[in-house]
Structures are given as structure tokens and as C-alpha cells.
């Protein structure tokens, strides 16, 4: 009998420990689920502020679009980035509504090109229709805005079309930019219709949107830089005639003053070898009369010889 109550009594205590164990790992669980859905709480209200900022952000933007002017203005600073981008600067490489002398038209932008050539374009962004477009769900409902969009882009293009901004009077290309600044609206137009690029090209009009125009502008860019650099070879040509020019003469004078030096070198030797031998010869024969005489010198020379001998004496 005692021996079933121990070993009872060591399973109750074996079951406690276990259950002590369960009871701590339920514990575990159960605070590490508050934390967790305590920093899941804190995330989701974020992600609501975050939210709420965007759709604010989102209204503040529609509302600034949905005004004529300030979506011309915001399409300009579009297109101002990606000059800014390619490296061009303004009233160096273009000018803003510049008026066209004779038409009165203004394009956007007037890129300077290399032979005083320019090249116009304008930043058009027909939005409205294309907004109701994508608020609406049913095709039904699409179809109507999808039709007015299409118009709108046609009536932009034709805006464009009849502007003059091609004019060989003012050394233009043969052809005009359309940009229009979002890229989403662009491929837009492509998918619902693209007879419309078609006719742009026949009317030698370039639609554009932020990627194509950038890479449109960094070929300018290319040809530009191309003949700065041919125009610069071609000076720098020009100069190294003028200065192989100016090299020749230079050696020339170099080379009688080369014959004027020998000359006077020769004549400098000629002094010190035969005329000063041809002078020192008579200074000889007097000099060994004198002393066949016995003849002294004079006192005048004696006194200033021995006052230079007392001078060298003093110095040492």
C-alpha cells in the first residue's frame, strides 16, 4: 500500500512539474501575443496616418491639376527637371515662352541648336476627361470620357499644328515637341488610339512624355556637344597654323642671332689671341730696353705699386 501511494504521489508530482511547465509556456504565449499585437496596434495606426497624409496629399494634387493653370505650370516644371537632368541650362541651351518674331506664337520651350537652328516645344496635359475616365467602373460608364479625352488630345494637337512653330524663317527643324508630363496619360493615348500618334508625325508633330523626351533631349544634347567639340578642333587647327607660323619666324631670328653671336665670339677671340699678341709684342721689346738701360720706373708708379703691395698686406 505504501509502496502505490509513493509511486502516486511521485506521478502527482511529475504531472505538476509538467503542468507548472504548461502553465509557464502559456504565460509566455500569452505576453509575447500582447506584445505583438501591441506594436501590431502602433503599425496600423501609423500605416492610418501614413494613409491619410497620402490622401491628403493626393487631393491637395488633384485639386492644384484640375486648374488649368496650374497643371501648365506643373507640366513646365516637369519638363524643367529633365533639362536639369540632361545637363541643359536656360538662355544657354533654351529659352522659355520666347514669342516667335512675325506670329506672335510662344512656344513653352525654344531649344538653341548649333547653326542658330531651334527646335519649339510645347507641354500640353488634357487631364479632366481622363480623371472621370479612371473614377468611373462599368464600360458604360468609361466609354463617354474615354471618347472626350481623345478629343481633348486632338484639340491640343491641332492647337499645336496651327501655331507656326515650324517657320524656315526662323531656321526651326521640321518638326515640333508635344510633351505631355505623365507617362501613365501617354500610354494611354497609344493604347486607346494610336491614329493619333499617326497624325501627329504627319504634321511633323513629336509626342513625347517624360522618358521619351529625355531621351530625345540627351540625342540634342550628344549633337550639340559633337559640334562644339568639331567646332573647337577646327580653331584649335587654325591656331596651331598660326603658331607654326610665328615658330618659323621665331627660329628664323633665332638663327641670325645665333650668326650674330658667333661672329662676336669670333671677334672676341681675335682680341684676346692675335691683336692682343700684336700689342704686347712692341710692350715687350721697350720693356727689355729699359731694363738694358738700367732704366727704373717712374716714381709716381713706384709709390702706387707699393701702396697696393701695403693694401694686400693689411688685408691679410
Known amino acids: 500500500m505504501d509502496y502505490v501511494m509513493g509511486r502516486m504521489d511521485l506521478n502527482f508530482q511529475n504531472m505538476k512539474g509538467e503542468l507548472d511547465k504548461v502553465s509557464n509556456l502559456v504565460y509566455t504565449l500569452e505576453k509575447d501575443r500582447v506584445s505583438k499585437f501591441g506594436e501590431l496596434t502602433t503599425q496600423l495606426k501609423e500605416i492610418g ?36 537632368l540632361i545637363g541643359f541650362k536656360e538662355s544657354v541651351n533654351y529659352r522659355k515662352q520666347s514669342t516667335i518674331v512675325g506670329t506672335g506664337s510662344r512656344p513653352d520651350f525654344t531649344f538653341l541648336l548649333p547653326r542658330n537652328q531651334i527646335l519649339n516645344m510645347d507641354v500640353k496635359f488634357p487631364l479632366d476627361n481622363y480623371l472621370r475616365f479612371m473614377e468611373t467602373e462599368t464600360p458604360q460608364e468609361k466609354e463617354p470620357f474615354r471618347r472626350a479625352f481623345l478629343k481633348d488630345v486632338r484639340t491640343r494637337l491641332n492647337e499645336v499644328i496651327t501655331r507656326d512653330y515650324i517657320n524656315s524663317e526662323q531656321n526651326t527643324l521640321a518638326c515640333v515637341l508635344l510633351f505631355i508630363p505623365n507617362e501613365q496619360v501617354y500610354h494611354f493615348i497609344l493604347e486607346q488610339d494610336d491614329s493619333v500618334i499617326d497624325e501627329a508625325l504627319k504634321n511633323q508633330v513629336v509626342l ?18 559633337n559640334f562644339t567639340i568639331e567646332q573647337t578642333s577646327n580653331q584649335i587647327i587654325s591656331e596651331m597654323g598660326a603658331f607654326k607660323e610665328q615658330w618659323d619666324k621665331f627660329l628664323d631670328k633665332l638663327g641670325d642671332v645665333g650668326k650674330r653671336i658667333e661672329s662676336t665670339q669670333k671677334e672676341y677671340q681675335s682680341l684676346i689671341t692675335t691683336r692682343r699678341r700684336a700689342l704686347e709684342r712692341p710692350l715687350n721689346r721697350i720693356e727689355t730696353l729699359r731694363k738694358e738701360q738700367g732704366l ?21
Open 49 to 84: 496616418k501614413q494613409t491619410e497624409a497620402l490622401t491628403d496629399s493626393t487631393r491637395t494634387l488633384r485639386e492644384a491639376l484640375a486648374n488649368p493653370r496650374s497643371r501648365g505650370q506643373w507640366g513646365e516644371r516637369m519638363a524643367e527637371d529633365i533639362l536639369g
Open 208 to 225: 513625347c512624355s517624360p522618358l521619351t523626351l529625355f531621351a530625345i533631349l540627351a540625342v540634342i544634347r550628344q549633337a550639340v556637344d
Open 296 to 316: 727704373g720706373l717712374p716714381v709716381d708708379l713706384v709709390d702706387e705699386e707699393e701702396q697696393i703691395t701695403v693694401d694686400v698686406a693689411e688685408l691679410k
